[in-house]
């Protein structure tokens, strides 16, 4: 048997939301590797041994992967979203350099999945249909300093902003100074983004202006996404859209 590593990225939360060639890898293989709740999404069947593991583990689970691979087991390594933003693609290609060589050899490949920003994007309306970027609000792996850097410039530049990892029990204190440094830098007006729990049965989504937002509207389960100076809101009797004109 011929092992391989296949990081897959799981969507958002709807089954829908799963591409088929994560369902076919999902099919084939013998181990998956990943986080306790995205490994709680696989089913369990005869011949799939699952490994559940706990958060900030990401080097260990991603040496385990390539060990498995190298005695020749079929391994997925499950990301929600897509595996290749602020997920575990990245983990694995760390292990794998600082790994023995042979690992280099294995096969790996990397499945792509329905990231949580476009998601949440997408159920608005098209806030982001104009030049955006994505910002990981954690700082457990880069210094608060640089993120507000990144979002200072980001808003000077106009982009519209998708924040990952908002604001979590243990730093709440990074959103609150996040909504600070929007509101030196863009109007009150500016539409923003709360998309709670997107594609799951309890989705909720909120679109506050700038200036009426507060901290705790968003949690580890949201996706916060800010719009440019363009974007703007569109009052339709099956609720608001919220859109960012392609000419922006
Ligand atoms: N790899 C994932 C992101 C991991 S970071 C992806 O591509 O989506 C985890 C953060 O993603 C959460 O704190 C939250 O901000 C966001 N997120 C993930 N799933 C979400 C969902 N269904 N609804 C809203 N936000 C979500």
């Given amino acids: 048997m011929t092992g391989w590593v296949v990081v897959?990225?799981?969507?958002?939360?709807?089954?829908?939301?799963?591409?088929?060639?994560?369902?076919?890898?999902?099919?084939?293989?013998?181990?998956?590797v990943g986080y306790i709740p995205y490994v709680a999404r696989i089913a369990p069947r005869e011949g799939l041994t699952l490994h559940p593991s706990d958060n900030r583990v990401e080097l260990d689970r991603s040496r385990h992967a390539l060990q498995m691979a190298e005695q020749g087991?079929?391994?997925?390594?499950?990301?929600?979203?897509?595996?290749?933003?602020?997920?575990?693609?990245?983990?694995?290609?760390?292990?794998?350099?600082?790994?023995?060589?042979?690992?280099?050899?294995?096969?790996?490949?990397v499945l792509p999945g329905i990231t949580a920003m476009l998601a949440a994007a997408a159920a608005a309306g098209?806030?982001?249909?104009?030049?955006?970027?994505?910002?990981?609000?954690?700082?457990?792996?880069k210094p608060w300093a640089l993120i507000e850097r990144r979002l200072r410039l980001a808003a000077q530049a106009d982009f519209a902003m998708a924040f990952y990892n908002p604001r979590s029990a243990s730093r709440p204190e990074g959103f609150a100074r996040t909504l600070e440094v929007l509101r030196?830098?863009?109007?009150?007006?500016?539409?923003?983004?709360?998309?709670?729990?997107?594609?799951?049965?309890?989705?909720?989504?909120?679109?506050?202006?700038?200036?009426?937002?507060?901290?705790?509207?968003?949690?580890?389960?949201?996706?916060?996404?800010?719009?440019?100076?363009?974007?703007?809101?569109i009052d339709t009797p099956r609720g608001p859209v919220l859109y960012t004109p392609r000419s922006a």
């Fill in 8 to 32: 897959a990225g799981l969507g958002p939360g709807s089954e829908a939301m799963v591409t088929p060639e994560v369902t076919a890898a999902l099919e084939q293989a013998t181990d998956i």
């Fill in 73 to 109: 087991r079929r391994v997925v390594v499950v990301s929600s979203g897509d595996p290749g933003v602020f997920a575990m693609a990245s983990a694995l290609f760390e292990a794998l350099e600082a790994g023995p060589q042979e690992w280099r050899a294995l096969e790996i490949r």
């Fill in 126 to 141: 098209a806030p982001l249909g104009h030049d955006f970027c994505a910002i990981n609000l954690s700082d457990n792996l």
């Fill in 184 to 233: 030196q830098e863009c109007a009150d007006a500016r539409p923003v983004l709360f998309a709670r729990n997107v594609s799951r049965p309890d989705q909720v989504l909120r679109i506050v202006p700038l200036d009426q937002t507060t901290p705790d509207m968003a949690d580890m389960r949201t996706m916060v996404i800010v719009g440019n100076s363009a974007t703007r809101v």
